[in-house]
């Protein structure tokens, strides 16, 4: 093999050129681009000898061992030779002429010379456009090696390219980037987009990037020194080379890859759209798009940070030696004839280099319409999909049509993503623009023969001769045929409504995408425990929650003498109405339930680009749960759950509980709250106001979430409401003015009628940025602890005038002010379309009362909303339980409803030392280690764990009385 625009195909051993010839169609034994003057262009180590332009030759130059001779190193015999081939070692060629071992085994992407060199050269392959449009590939392999050639369309594994390889009884490192083939070149990224440009184009000196606007596209920090990968090369010692399975550790080496995907929208062709908001589905062909795919180097976590195409990126880059283009890894590493081999301290280096790869080619890229599409499931099935029904329509091999994701930015911290279906070869083979030629006709084809090959293949949920066809091995415990048979039966339903607009797929704003993935990141950070208080373990794994795939969430606090875990129920997607009690209805992305009882949380996780037209309709649904006495809510934004924590070099900005607060409370927040929290209560509480003041509002949920105690977080915003507030009383004019601008006269009025007539107070602030807060306090009520003690509003209105930054980070304290201050019987939220004039006055008896330290009501109020909670609690136990169980609830709920003992807990899971579990209880008080379990293993292990348990052997009514005998005498302390 030649080197670049020079190279041979070769028959394998054995195979006649005459059959090669009929099954490929091309001439086995052929020189392409074989001329006099390519000879300089060969690479080093290989020469071709005058008047044979088909034969290669190792350059003996290179060979300064004195060794034997040996037969497995031969020159490979001209192409056209008669008789085949000779072969020394078995299946290896020979011609009779022996060669001298090398001192050092090397790849130069020119000759061939151990397996190892074969899949080396195989990069390269990939990494010549012109070998890929010509679809040459070597075709001689080395025998007793399981190294094999890819085709162009394909790829190494993600582990080995530009990394190690294994063969015969060698380990071979691509460790070398020629500097005389592979020159540097500067290149300036958008933070943003995927654009990017080298510094001869005339975009690179633009203020601010052409293709989305970002203005940050100027600073110096995104120019960045890039090579495009011409030819790799790998030369190790002889010696070194060598290892034996005794002590082969195969340590694969990992890459931070990156592909950028930059359509060009001026060669947009055809887009078939469907238009509403209920489902936006979307296909768009466009006849030039590049794919760059870029290396940055080994993935260990290490380096600085780089803002490209909307991810922050922490890379090392590649360090070359600027002479002989060897990759320094620690030791200095120079080859033979490098300047710097015996001079390493003064080597010139490249440092933070970066390796890149590029083609055009035609691309399909699809709009998919909702989160059943883009979660962790619907994806990689819709993919499966696509292409199962790819290879139905055109009645073969389809490899070459490869899918990836491309994102832009759309106007926020949110992106829009679009899933590329493109055709690895070089400028395109004209199919995906059938796809979408005649309104689609093959397009709806090609998801109609998919789905009728899902629906008739006989497996229950996926196999190899449906959807596990197409090549995605990482994703296939992901991927559902029942799904896909959903999806594509979704897309079909909804033909008729695609239209041809004459806008592009960019200018669509969506939120599916951004909303559905927010989902996925909130459980992702669920599972890794972010924003959970010092001192508290989060466990979380995947649960089934009336028949519904869910999550069991844990929390558990390491400084408590009872280790016993809070344990929570996650549902999505969980529809929230009049039957639930609520009065206006809203479907929250979560619900998160205690096991033990208690309030729900509604969890919603919302984007700006959706939310920023509806803040009154989400005011209306987030008070409305407030307002039911049954739930309690938690709004949560894209910087909330993505971005990092806010810290004192990262502070909230706006932050609506900085301005305006009382000295002493600055100085001392824990004095300053004293009064308010009992000592039982201050001993546990996770997070003191002081530390709320700045948190964010994933922080304060993970607080709650692991001291669910409305008692505590009610004394903490009657206590931040108090600290701020100034002297001035209620008639002051600019406090009257607030109250008369908000419509709020009725509820001033309804807030002062449950009071003792004590002296109140107030102070109207201007947060900035849209946002401001009305906080009126009665000091009477405030000394008697009573949860009336607190009068307040917290209200958004969108600026127009300021940047969008600005109006997203004001937006995000609104929703933190929500989250915090609903604990306040007389807490409100407001923006235009739900001011006070919209909202009902009255207000429910409160059920939280401060003064005792209690978390409910008192029994008298057997017929408020804390007291329905408690029995719809009771109805998901028995709904949950064990039908073994159910007389034995029978027994017991009646004296648990009407005494306000604790209710039990279902499912309850025992956890080891070592974080497992070891055993399981149908019913369960955690508190007074009291346990109902079915199997004898289970409840050994939980009496050897100093449990009282019972079986289900002994009769009902006996096993509820003893149950009630220690709930109604134990110590409320865990033993």
């Not at 309104?439 to 949920?461: M, N, R, Y």
């Not at 039908?883 to 017991?892: R, V």
């Amino acid at each position: 093999m030649g080197g670049k625009g020079h190279y041979w195909r070769y028959r394998p051993h054995g195979i006649d050129p005459q059959g090669e010839r009929q099954r490929t169609g091309n001439t086995p034994w052929r020189c392409v681009q074989c001329s006099p003057e390519s000879a300089q262009r060969l690479p080093p180590g290989i020469r071709r000898p005058e008047g044979q332009p088909g034969i290669l030759e190792c350059n003996r130059q290179l060979f300064t061992s004195q060794r034997e001779p040996d037969e497995s190193l031969q020159m490979l015999p001209a192409p056209g030779l008669a008789g085949g081939l000779r072969t020394g070692r078995p299946g290896f060629p020979s011609s009779g002429r022996g060669v001298r071992r090398p001192e050092r085994w090397g790849v130069t992407g020119g000759a061939l010379r151990t397996a190892a060199e074969s899949l080396a050269i195989s990069e390269r392959i990939k990494t010549f456009p012109d070998w890929q449009q010509e679809q040459v590939q070597p075709q001689h392999l080395w025998p007793q090696s399981q190294a094999q050639f890819l085709s162009f369309g394909q790829s190494l594994p993600r582990e080995n390219r530009y990394g190690q390889f294994y063969a015969q009884g060698r380990r071979v490192r691509v460790d070398q980037v020629d500097p005389t083939l592979n020159k540097p070149e500067t290149w300036r990224f958008c933070p943003a987009c995927s654009f990017a440009c080298k510094s001869t184009d005339d975009a690179f000196h633009r203020r601010e990037c052409p293709r989305c606007g970002n203005s940050s596209y100027a600073d110096w920090g995104q120019v960045k020194d890039m090579v495009k990968l011409t030819q790799v090369q790998a030369t190790t010692e002889d010696a070194r080379s060598r290892f034996g399975d005794d002590r082969d550790e195969r340590n694969p080496l990992f890459f931070h890859r990156e592909l950028l995907i930059l359509p060009d929208h001026q060669r947009r062709e055809i887009t078939l759209a469907m238009d509403g908001e209920d489902f936006p589905f979307g296909a768009e062909y466009l006849s030039g798009v590049t794919f760059r795919e870029i290396n940055f180097g080994e993935n260990i976590g290490l380096g600085g940070s780089h803002a490209i195409a909307g991810k922050t990126l922490k890379v090392k880059g590649f360090v070359l030696c600027r002479s002989c283009g060897k990759v320094q890894r620690g030791s200095p590493n120079h080859t033979w004839g490098c300047r710097y081999r015996d001079q390493p301290d003064d080597a010139r280096l490249r440092h933070l280099l970066f390796m890149y790869r590029e083609f055009s080619s035609e691309a399909v890229r699809f709009l998919l319409p909702s989160a059943n599409f883009w979660d962790e499931s619907g994806l990689p099935s819709f993919v499966g999909a696509l292409h199962l029904g790819l290879r139905q329509r055109f009645s073969g091999k389809v490899d070459h049509l490869r899918s990836a994701l491309g994102e832009e930015p759309q106007g926020s911290q949110q992106r829009k993503t679009f899933l590329y279906l493109f055709d690895s070869v070089p400028g395109g083979t004209g199919y995906l623009r059938q796809l979408v030629d005649r309104g689609g006709a093959d397009l709806k084809a090609v998801f109609e023969q998919s789905l009728d090959a899902l629906q008739t293949c006989s497996c229950s949920d996926g196999c190899y001769r449906c959807i596990f066809m197409y090549r995605q091995r990482f994703d296939r415990e992901r991927t559902s045929k029942q799904r896909a048979i959903e999806q594509l039966q979704a897309i079909l339903e909804h033909w008729d409504k695609l239209a041809t607009p004459e806008h592009g797929l960019s200018a669509i704003t969506i939120n599916t995408r951004a909303e559905s993935e927010l989902e996925l990141l909130f459980i992702e950070k669920l599972r890794q425990g972010k924003g959970a208080p010092r001192g508290v373990t989060v466990s979380f794994k995947s649960d089934v929650i009336q028949g519904r795939k869910g999550y069991l969430l844990s929390l558990t606090r390491d400084n408590r003498d009872n280790k016993a875990a809070v344990r929570w129920k996650l549902q999505q997607q969980v529809l929230l109405g009049e039957s639930e009690g609520v009065s206006c209805e809203s479907r929250a992305d979560f619900l998160l339930t205690p096991t033990a009882g208690g309030k729900p949380i509604a969890i919603y996780t919302d984007g700006w680009e959706f939310h920023r037209s509806r803040l009154a309709t989400d005011a209306r649904q987030r008070m409305a749960l407030q307002r039911s006495g049954r739930f309690l809510f938690w709004s949560l934004n894209w910087d909330d759950v993505v971005e990092t924590l806010p810290s004192p070099q990262a502070p909230l900005d706006p932050n609506g509980l900085k301005l305006g607060m009382n000295p002493r409370f600055n100085s001392n927040p824990e004095i300053f709250l004293s009064p308010w929290w009992p000592e039982e209560l201050r001993t546990r509480a996770l997070v003191m106001p002081g530390e709320a003041q700045t948190m964010g509002s994933l922080e304060l949920l993970m607080a709650y979430l692991a001291e669910p105690s409305e008692a505590l977080w009610q004394g903490m915003a009657q206590q931040l409401a108090l600290a701020q507030v100034s002297q001035q009383p209620l008639d002051h004019p600019e406090i009257r003015e607030a109250i008369s601008s908000g419509h709020l006269q009725n509820h001033v009025e309804e807030w002062r009628d449950n009071d003792t007539g004590g002296r109140a107070l107030g102070q109207h602030l201007t947060i900035g940025y849209g946002l401001s807060v009305l906080a009126l306090v009665d000091l009477d009520l405030h000394q008697q602890k009573h949860p009336c003690a607190t009068f307040r509003v917290s209200h958004f209105q969108i600026n127009e005038d300021i940047s969008p930054e600005q109006r997203q980070a004001a937006w995000r304290e609104w929703l933190r002010l929500g989250n915090l201050f609903q604990f306040l019987p007389h807490g409100l939220i407001t923006t235009p379309g739900w001011t006070g004039a919209e909202q009902p006055v009255a207000v429910d008896p409160p059920t939280v009362w401060i003064e005792n330290g209690a978390a409910t009501a008192p029994s008298a109020l057997s017929d408020h909303p804390a007291q329905q909670q408690r029995q719809a609690t009771w109805r998901a136990i028995v709904e949950l339980a064990l039908k073994e169980c159910h007389p034995l609830l029978s027994a017991l709920k009646q004296p648990l409803l009407e005494t306000g003992l604790p209710l039990p807990e279902d499912g309850y899971e025992l956890i080891g030392s070592r974080g497992d579990v070891v055993a399981q209880a149908e019913l369960a008080w955690a508190s007074h280690r009291l346990a109902v379990v079915v199997d004898q293993a289970d409840l050994d292990a939980f009496t050897q764990r100093q449990w009282v348990c019972w079986g289900l052997s002994d009769p009902p009514d006996v096993i509820a009385g003893a149950i009630l005998h220690h709930l109604q005498n134990a110590d409320q302390a865990s033993p």
